[in-house]
């Protein structure tokens, strides 16, 4: 029972990352109905730029003097951080998106998984080879319930993407701007009509989502502290399986789907040998998806006829 | 003349659908286009909204203002030009007071919001009842309604409307008209595209007939209902 316990706080853990990737690769689908490929490498660009501001904080803090905690930090980082990274899918959808808008839906494809070669290969050219070692701002703390044991960090982790994913949903149900991201689920062509520009929302869907890898780039990173740019490839792919699984667009399916995806993982890792934990938790998702294509939460959409 | 449209041509992938139509709209008035399925009416509606890419010669202008250098949100939001399409297009996952409050995203005038739903809300007291309830979940004319309704709402000038009778019954139709009379008593020009060519004809002031992409007859709205080409061929004899 406890080793259960244990299992699902692991799990939580491992969701985390992947629904707060999931939710990006699913905002930007459900307003462009494309997918944005280089989101996985925007979590390790994310993850870069937090390594630079905690950096940036911490030397800050030592050189002025003043004791700043860690915890404090933090807080600072994923802020600043989420920031920043959002300028990256500002930019993503700017040159790599709005201007292939009309483009056969092949081309405009690729051009996210060339912006994430060029974002990998990139960071390798300016940051060079050597890893990364990811600046731990908080003491490792284990808490123990019974025979279950926490970090201070799984709590974090968990209670941080949970967080997040309140105020998104809040965001896209209460403010005007979320209201327009619905409405362009929906019906993106008829949102011009409306006087609103696909040109502020599209750009916003993808500042939002990017925000969100930012956030998970960090967390990350605390939990796993080595970077290297290759980083974003298999959890990016990963996180993408979530978004499809929630079904193509449903911001709810997609953190769950998440977390779905990380308690399979992990389970599958109690059961069997650590070395078959993808093959055989892949398998186990392609089953789901053969008795459900469209996922757990497909969203209904318009015709989408031409206007 | 508020709007002026001369030799307006669109061609979708190399196909003509319009073959250099003029044409103008006052201020106030209401003017309508009657023609058959695949005239070019909703192509003309699209132009005008510039969701359609007119032909480099067409010369659209709006109140002095060149049209063709408009992107279509700002048609709506700089212009004051707005437009209910073919089909509605309403926002379905959205309920009928986000529909509203979306149609007003963009308006610079934001004191006086307030006061145009009120009078929203006079011109079609049965939006007031469904404000909560989900726009794909309406009947057909509260539809209707709501796309007028959203139109209203988002701008004032000039309201283009694509067969606003579309769908319903011959009571709601006449209930529809009622309330676009109102509308434009209240300043707004209309630009109604109808098949419904006798409903069309009684409610505008002029009208312009619309054949294969090109306008073959013009004239204020009852000269054309006794007109025995009109009479034949959209009046059903």
Sequence with gaps: ?307 | MQLEIKNLHVSYDKIRALHGIDFSIDRGEIVCIIGANGAGKSTTLRAISRLLQADKDSVMTFEGKDLMQYEPDKVVSRLGISHVPEGRRLFGNLTVMENLQLATFARSDRERIAGDFEQLFTIFPRLKERTSQMAGTLSGGEQQMLAVGRAYMSARKLMLLDEPSMGLAPLLMLSMFEALKEINREGTSILLVEQNARLALKFAQRAYVLENGRLVLEGPSDSLLNNPEVKKAYLGG
């Design chain 1, 1 to 307: 029972m406890d080793l259960f316990l244990q299992n699902i706080v692991n799990g939580l853990q491992w969701g985390s990352f992947y629904a707060l990737i999931a939710l990006g690769y699913s905002m930007v689908y459900s307003i462009l109905m494309l997918f944005n490929f280089a989101h996985g490498d925007v979590f390790m660009v994310g993850s870069y730029i937090g390594f630079g501001v905690a950096t940036a904080l911490l030397g800050l803090a030592a050189m002025s003097g003043i004791p700043l905690p860690g915890w404090f930090i933090l807080i600072l980082t994923i802020i600043f951080t989420m920031f920043i990274t959002s300028f990256v899918g500002v930019f993503i959808e700017r040159v790599g998106y709005r201007p292939l808008r009309d483009a056969p839906r092949a081309s405009a494809a690729i051009t996210g998984l060339m912006i994430g070669i060029i974002l990998e290969t990139g960071n390798l050219a300016i940051l060079g080879a050597r890893r990364l070692s990811f600046p731990q701002l908080i003491e490792s703390t284990t808490y123990q319930f019974g025979g279950v044991y926490v970090t201070d960090k799984k709590i974090l982790i968990v209670g941080v993407s949970l967080g997040l994913m309140f105020l998104l949903h809040r965001f896209i149900q209460k403010s005007k701007w979320g209201m327009a991201m619905r409405a362009m689920s929906f019906d993106f062509q008829a949102v011009p009509l409306m006087g609103i520009s696909i040109n502020r929302i599209a750009p916003l869907t993808f500042a939002i989502g990017s925000a969100l890898a930012a956030a998970a780039g960090i967390l990350y990173g605390l939990a796993y502290p080595v970077l290297d740019p290759y980083m974003g490839i298999l959890l990016g792919w990963k996180a993408f399986v979530a978004a499809i699984l929630g079904g193509r667009g449903s911001i709810l399916g997609a953190a769950l789907a998440g977390f779905l995806l990380g308690f399979i993982e992990i389970f599958v890792a109690w059961v069997f040998p650590s070395t078959l934990r993808d093959v055989i938790a892949y398998s186990i998702i392609l089953l789901i998806l053969t008795f459900r294509p469209h996922g757990f939460f497909g969203q209904a959409h318009s015709t989408q006829l031409r206007l």
